[in-house]
């Protein structure tokens, strides 16, 4: 059986933000000794997010990438929000487009949850 997991964000709220998280951590701690790959993708305004100046954000994230989380943040989106890659936490993942990407993983069997 797979778990693997596809998370979309895509509000500019903090909350909305850590309650994905939250479902991170508690998908991980639900699955013990299970191999499952967990992917957020951003998209639309909710990139504005990832950025440096969201320590708290970054900080919570950067301890569950080191678990294993990926996340995809939309290039368009940070085109439109004019946010250089030299902006975002490090070991975020930019993609072409996040709609495709949500697409791709899903033909390739991940669970959707939008939180």
Not at 21 to 44: D, H, Q, S, T
Not at 61 to 71: H, N, R, Y
């Amino acid at each position: 059986m797979y778990y693997d997991l596809l998370i979309h964000v895509d509000d500019n709220d903090p909350a909305r933000l850590n309650l994905a998280f939250n479902n991170v951590a508690n998908y991980r701690a639900g699955l013990p000794g299970e191999e499952f790959r967990v992917v957020m993708v951003a998209n639309g305004p909710a990139v504005q997010l990832f950025t440096r100046e969201n320590k708290a954000l970054a900080e919570r994230g950067a301890k569950l990438m080191a678990e294993g989380l990926s996340i995809r943040l939309c290039n368009n989106a940070l085109t439109t929000f004019n946010i250089s890659r030299a902006d975002l936490w490090e070991g975020c993942e930019v993609v072409p487009a996040g709609v495709v990407e949500i697409v791709k993983l899903q033909r390739e069997g991940f669970a959707f949850l939008r939180p």
